[in-house]
């Protein structure tokens, strides 16, 4: 069974930095895109990044320039750098592992990841 599990959340002041974690266990599919979407309570859900199989990485609008995703294949976990947080930046991050970038593609709409982890809360605070 594969189970997904974030961590690393926490505070941190606008301006800071903060760094997630997501272990992927049990990964039987070939190819794979992972990545990180979030929700902030009454919002909709966010795209924030993935990285696939061959290294290529794509962020959400407003996290470019700001958030990294890496992902290290030996440890079978997934990462995300978060620099120059903002108080936009609070919702809880949930980390996501599919074979498609339907997921990424259709987030606005509704769509989920195949598999997802039970998310972790990032609070920016001015």
């Known amino acids: 069974q594969v189970t997904l ?11 800071g930095s903060l760094s997630l974690s997501c ?5 039987p599919y070939s190819p794979h895109l992972m990545g990180w979407y979030r929700q902030a309570p ?5 795209r924030v990044a993935y990285i696939d199989a061959g290294e290529s990485t794509a962020y959400g ?3 470019k320039g700001r958030f990294t995703v890496s992902q290290d294949n030996a440890k079978n ?3 995300l750098q978060m620099n120059q947080l903002k108080t936009e930046d609070t919702a809880m991050y949930y980390c996501a ?5 339907s997921w990424w593609l259709l987030l606005p709409q509704g769509a989920v990841a195949r598999f997802r982890g039970q998310g972790t809360q990032v609070t920016v605070s001015s």
């Open 5 to 15: 599990v974030e961590s690393g959340g926490g505070s941190a002041q606008s301006g």
């Open 23 to 27: 272990t992927i266990s049990a990964w």
């Open 42 to 46: 009454g919002q909709e859900r966010q």
């Open 61 to 63: 609008d407003s996290v």
């Open 77 to 79: 976990t997934l990462y």
């Open 97 to 101: 592992a599919d074979t498609t970038y």
